[in-house]
Structures are given as structure tokens and as C-alpha cells.
């Protein structure tokens, strides 16, 4: 993974590349998936195929995508992406009687499309908290096990710098440089994608 500056927003808008469309699809394919499955009349075939078209959906638009000064822009562009696949989907495949639970359907699409209601907030925060932590796996392996280990006792276990440099036998200073750099690598992946 590169240490560029830029967000891979940014990168996948003006210079796409595959490293920053691996890594998007390493970021929000899992999160695709646990929501589709929640959708009763979809097979795990339809979630699959539509984990592939909402990503490739992504990937035609990415250029008109335009983050603009809302906190969370991707993210609802994102989930406006999810609801119309799943109403091109439920379009298609209406005709065929395996698929039942219209009404109900059509009713979560509704409430998922509507920022306001608290399916969407729901997708915001489960959006902000799987891309988080699958930040933090992407990210681990990039810093040493000491460094790592400092900054999780301390920012994910709540532990206080003091115990977490008795407890690794750091200098404190250095314990408090492990979560500086770890937050600052965090903030500059997660830049456009969390809000």
C-alpha cells in the first residue's frame, strides 16, 4: 500500500489505479455483503452478483463523483448506488415466483434511500465502523509489532500511556509516538471515506 498523501477518493477519481481499486474493493466488499444478506429474498448468488454490480457501478461513476463539503458524501452516494441496484434487481426479477416479500422489500429500499430515517443512519454508522476496522487490519502490518501494540493497548483497549509503557517497558514518549503515527496513518486512509 502506498504512503501517498492523497485519499483514495481522490486517486480512484483522477488517476484510478489497481492498487486503489483493490483496496476498495478490499474495504467495502464485506460491508456490501453483510448488508445484502439482510434482505431476505435475495440469494447468496443475487448478494454476490450485486456486491459486483453496485462495485462496478462505483467504478463507471467514480470520475462524476463529486465529494463536496458534506462529511460522509461517499457514504451516501454509496448506500444511493445500493438501493438502486437492488431496485433494478427487484425490477428484473419480478416475474420469477421465488422471489416474494414484495411490499416489504420495496419498503426497505425506501427507508434505506431516505437519510432521514433510521435504517440510513444505521447504514452511515455500520458504514463508518466496518471501514474503520478494516483500516486498522490494512494497517497493522505496516508498522512494527512494539508500535502496533502501543497504539492498540491505548486507543482501542482504552488503556492510559502510562500503563501501556510499564506494561510494553517503552518510554513514554515513545508509547505516545505509536498512537501519534498510527492515528495520523489512519486519518490519512480514512480521508473521504468516514465521517
Known sequence: MSDTSISLLEQLRKQPDAESWNRLVELYTPLLRTWLRRFDVLLPADVDDLVQDV???????????????????????LRTILVNRLRHFWRSRQHRPIVVGGSDFLDQLQKLSDAATPASQH???????????????????????????????QALDGQSADAVAAELKMPLHSVYAAKSRLLKALRTMADGLVS
Open 55 to 77: 462495485l462496478l457501478a462505483v467504478s463507471k461513476e467514480m470520475p462524476n463523483f463529486q465529494p463536496g463539503t458534506a462529511p460522509g458524501a461517499f457514504r451516501s452516494w
Open 123 to 153: 447504514w452511515d454508522r455500520e458504514h463508518d465502523r466496518e471501514v474503520m476496522s478494516r483500516l486498522l487490519v490494512l494497517l497493522e502490518p505496516r508498522f512494527a509489532a512494539e508500535t502496533w501494540l502501543a497504539f492498540r493497548r
